[in-house]
């Protein structure tokens, strides 16, 4: 199974597995950011400044230093 990992400022705050419930059910021709794939779910009340998807798996250093030094 693929891991997956979300980061928060720098810090893991999720780790799963594509065979998880973390992404179960979900239609990847509908995937969003700030938005449920569920019509009944409310649209996130946030401010994203900075978002980075990688397609390659990034160690926490890597992770760091790229949120550190903007590259």
Request: aromatic residues 10%; negative net charge.
């Amino acid at each position: 199974s693929d891991l997956q990992i979300l980061y928060m400022n720098g810090s893991e705050i999720v780790k799963s597995t594509q065979n998880s419930t973390f992404d179960s059910n979900i239609n990847r021709f509908k995937s969003f950011i700030g938005k449920s794939n569920w019509d009944e779910d409310e649209i996130a009340n946030v401010d994203i400044d900075d978002l980075r998807i990688y397609n390659r798996v990034l160690n926490p250093e890597e992770i760091l230093f790229d949120m550190n030094n903007g590259s």
